[in-house]
């Protein structure tokens, strides 16, 4: 037994005083004279005897209304708990993609919601945890109408988020008991995690009552002539094998094609459609299927054909590069230093500077420019190269220095495979190809990374770390090298030319980094704006002379296709898509952390609130006591009035 007033039962001392008043209430008898008084001496002793066992009848009666009254205002109970101490539920509830499914009840989140509403107290405080939101200290009304509104998203936390907020939250919470209620399907993002877990968590699965899925992938593009290009769409089936699965494409709203096909058990399919070539695809791809998650059943992406990179030869006239940069994809000029046109630098993504003796100041001065604004360099050494022009304009960049020219004959042997600018060249790396070679190279000093090496493992090409410059040690010229007619050369300069500007891809996902490029000319106080038929937001945004760099992270929220906007004109379309993670039916086993320290498991939500409220259930005994009160004081008037001594 507990008390909510335990100082109160120090009046209990009080006692003493009825039970002294008893003892020194002593009744006083007359003596009167009698003649025979043998048979009064026997009454006066009965008459005694009654009289001292009411009194003491009294006391007792007394002493016990005292003692209820007392009990009674110290309020005693029994409960598990000290009721000084207030309960305080801290619920994580997963409302990721992957919980928008259909269990045994119907949809996954919204059964969890209303089973929370259904068993919460009204007595405990709340925090609510979602992927999106944070509701701290909250009542049980105001839980229920944040519940109510719970809606899916394509954020996720993993454990030590999660484990991060709940001890921030619980951290200044004194005279509090917390109870760590984490709701989730615990998808294949938290395998292996729960460890070293130091507060006491509650889990609750979420199960599906489906065990296939059947997803989009992912999309490329293939095939592309003057008159069509191939859409492959990637399929991925977990589970079972299936016949018959339907699948259509769409250019926005208008059916392309559709078709059925067959998929083996836990495999991957792509399907083919034969597009023709327009300027601008929106294409949309959809299963028509039942399973486990609907959100990966569509899939947006967008082709754009009408863009080119911007390259800008200065210096001498070279042939492979004519050859290498077509119309189709590059917009390829040539020009001598004495007609270069300085305010046409800022328009080109990329400059090479093919063997130039010197570059003159006002060269330079436009370079530097051009580069701060996110432009792409390629320096080619002349034989007759001026070290000293080219070290000022490497000084001022603060990027390194060229050495003086070495004539020595060198293979070119060495291929960094790793290197972005090889990225999807080689299906494996090869070490026996016909080795390149050059007469005389220029060594270079400074913070690089090799592309191409000589056989000594000095860099042949390389690239100025955290700057977009090239550099090519050696003139490629024919008495210089004999690189041009390797193969090499055509993916060197291809890459990079195509690293210097960043098209839009086909297609993006939610809930990531994602960097895109929009050739425009902004000014200052111009500004981007990502809009859709339902939402609109202005991106974090950089602007350059001739693109503007746009980062999303936290935007846009829902898949579909979306355009940049500058004011009311339309600068390109994208199209973002769900992560493919969630379509995952990876998922933890609840019991193998049954072990764990400080981790205990439930079937249901309703389990956990049951042993929470069980908990806290408080048993009043004040009423008990209050009603002993009364029948000892209705015994004492029954004894002061029925009994006589």
Known sequence: ????????????????????????????????????????????????KSSRIKK????ATRMLLFTAIVFAFSQPYFSNKNIDKKQHNFIYLDNSLSTNTKGEKGDLLKVAAQEIIKNSSLKSSYSLLTNSNFYENISNNELKNVLLKVEKTTKNLDL???L????????????????????????????????????????IQLQSSKKNNISIDSVFISNKNNNNFTVNVVINNIGTKQNN????????????????????????????????????????TTLTYSDTFGFDNTYYFTLNNNEKINILSIGNSANFLQKIYTENEFNFSEKSLQNVNYNALKNQQLIILNELKEIPEILKNSLEDFLKNGGNLVIIPNQKTNISSYNLFLENLKIGSIKNIKKDTLKITSINFKHPIFENVFSKNISNFQYPSVNNHYPITGNISSIISFENNTPFISKFINKNIYFVSSSLDKNSSNFINS????????????????YPKLAYNLNEENKIEVKVKASKDEILSIT?????????????????VINTTEEPQEAGFYQIKKQDSILKELAFNNPKEESSLQFLNLNDLKEQKNIITYNSIKDVFTEINKNNEVQWLWKWFLALAIVSLLLEIFILKFYKP
Not at 166 to 190: A, C, M, P, R, V
Not at 487 to 502: E, G, M, R
Not at 532 to 548: G, M
């Open 1 to 48: 037994m507990q008390f909510k007033n335990p100082e109160i039962l120090y009046f209990l001392a009080l006692l003493i005083i009825p039970i002294i008043v008893h003892l020194f209430q002593l009744q006083k008898f007359v003596k009167t004279p009698f003649s025979n008084v043998a048979f009064l001496q026997k009454i006066q002793q009965q008459t005694r």
């Open 56 to 59: 003491w009848l009294i006391l």
């Open 160 to 162: 030590e988020s999660i």
């Open 164 to 203: 991060l907020k709940l001890n921030l939250n619980n951290k200044n919470k004194t005279n509090t008991l917390n109870k760590n209620i984490l709701i989730s399907d615990f998808q294949n993002t938290y395998i292996n995690k729960f460890t070293n877990v130091t507060q006491e968590l509650s889990l």
């Open 245 to 284: 699965v339907p699948i259509a494409l769409f250019n926005k709203d208008i059916l392309v094609s559709k078709q059925t096909f067959p998929i083996k058990e836990n495999s991957k399919k792509t399907i083919t459609f034969t597009v023709k070539k327009s300027l601008d695809f929106s294409g949309k």
């Open 487 to 502: 193969p090499l050369v055509v993916p060197v300069f291809y890459n990079i030319a195509k690293a210097s500007f960043t």
């Open 532 to 548: 859709s038929k339902k939402s609109s937001f202005i991106p974090l945004q950089r602007a350059y002379q001739n693109k503007v």
